[in-house]
């Protein structure tokens, strides 16, 4: 095959016998080139490309029965696609606008068993409907053409051109008068641009709004109760016991940052205490009560030797000295337990007399309060 030079600037090869290549700005202006019409402008650069038309297999006759059909199924299509998008946004942000008091559990048998079900069968679905129809358009209602075409190099002549046959191609789509997919793909266009951006909008929230991960549920008032739900007092408890105990509130049992130990030192625990410098008065007699969430890595520790008046993590082998405001004095640990303030209210059972005034839990979420 001859190559002809196809540089901006080129003759590219029109200068020659045969097929033209190319496309010559030294043959036509950007004056006369925008002269043309658009129909001209697509054959001329066809030629200049050297472009071989096979096959050509026109559209359905406009107005004709069959493209009216073609209309209403590529329609429906787009149309259902939109729906299911739209219906997506609606389950995945709008449960809490329809469901104000829903929210999902694990393994809960509710709405939460579908949630998650639902959001994937809607999506696929919505792309689904958008492919077939997609598909059915461009069989049905394109018009169809077979050719074969020598690749080079571009010039002003090519982008000019190729402009107009990317033109003439909207021009056949029929897009202007087929105002039905027109209007269902404008409304397919916003469900799955919505259905695609619903899922940012958690990163575009400040997740830590209302310092949820520097609270939980303890509050002034709030009894501690066991995890049946039975409240406690002084004196239920052996000197030298543990108990967990939770905040008396509903689902307070399933609340792990909230999780506390309440710890009964014995005599000789209670004359070596040394409180942290500004919670001297979080104890209350002989009692004192810690978060159950190591400040390592957020495993719950439970393990208590009364005899060394040390709590233990099985995950790391931290270890915190409750006479000593539950500082760690060995493992990986580098921040003590918090601690909760408590006291006993009017029928003497215990209470909680604020929140923890640190974040629970892994040292790494450790922040002051604003």
């Keep these: 095959m001859t190559t002809h030079d196809t540089r901006p600037g080129s003759t590219g090869g029109a200068d020659t016998p045969g097929p033209l290549y190319g496309g010559p700005d030294d043959d036509y202006t950007p004056e006369q080139l925008a002269a043309l019409p658009r129909e001209e402008l697509?054959?001329?650069?066809?030629?200049?490309?050297?472009?071989?038309?096979?096959?050509?297999?026109?559209?359905?006759?406009?107005g004709s029965p069959l493209e009216k059909r073609a209309v209403r199924q590529v329609g429906l299509l787009f149309g259902l696609a939109g729906l299911c998008a739209f219906a997506f946004v609606v389950v995945y942000a709008g449960a809490g606008w329809f469901l104000p008091d829903w929210q999902w559990e694990l393994g809960s048998s509710s709405f939460s068993v579908l949630y998650?079900?639902?959001?994937?069968l809607l999506m696929a679905l919505a792309f689904t409907f958008f492919g077939v129809g997609l598909v059915l358009y461009t069989k049905k209602l394109l018009p169809h053409e077979t050719a074969v075409q020598d690749k080079h190099d571009g010039s002003h002549f090519?982008?000019?051109?190729?402009?107009?046959?990317?033109?003439?191609?909207?021009?056949?789509?029929?897009?202007?008068?087929?105002?039905?997919i027109t209007g269902s793909l404008a409304f397919m266009g916003g469900g799955l641009g919505l259905m695609l951006l619903a899922p940012l909008g958690g990163l575009i929230k400040d997740p830590n709004e209302g310092d949820p991960l520097g609270t939980t549920e303890w509050a002034e008032g709030?009894?501690?109760?066991?995890?049946?739900?039975?409240?406690?007092?002084?004196g239920d408890q052996e000197p030298g016991s543990l108990e967990t105990v939770f905040p008396a509130v509903p689902e307070g049992n399933r609340l792990a940052d909230a999780a506390t130990m309440l710890i009964r030192l014995r005599p000789a625990q209670l004359e070596q205490a040394v409180p942290r410098s500004g919670q001297e008065d979080f104890g209350y007699g002989d009692y004192v009560a810690y978060s159950k969430i190591c400040t390592h890595a957020g495993c719950p520790v439970s393990?208590?030797?009364?005899?060394?008046s040390r709590i233990l993590c099985p995950c790391h082998q931290s270890q915190f000295d409750v006479t000593q405001g539950a500082k760690p004095?060995?493992?990986?640990?580098?921040?003590?337990?918090?601690?909760?303030?408590?006291?006993?209210?009017?029928?003497?059972f215990f209470v909680a007399r604020?929140?923890?005034?640190?974040?629970?839990?892994?040292t790494y979420w450790n922040r002051e309060r604003i």
């Design 158 to 180: 090519d982008r000019v051109t190729t402009g107009a046959t990317l033109v003439g191609g909207l021009h056949n789509s029929g897009l202007k008068r087929r105002k039905l």
């Design 222 to 234: 709030v009894r501690l109760v066991r995890d049946d739900g039975t409240p406690v007092r002084p």
């Design 329 to 348: 004095i060995f493992g990986p640990a580098t921040r003590s337990l918090p601690q909760l303030p408590i006291t006993v209210d009017d029928e003497g």
């Design 116 to 120: 998650t079900p639902l959001l994937g």
């Design 303 to 308: 393990l208590y030797e009364q005899e060394t």
């Design 42 to 62: 697509d054959r001329l650069g066809a030629r200049y490309d050297g472009v071989e038309i096979l096959h050509v297999e026109p559209g359905p006759e406009p």
């Design 354 to 362: 604020s929140d923890y005034i640190e974040a629970v839990g892994p």
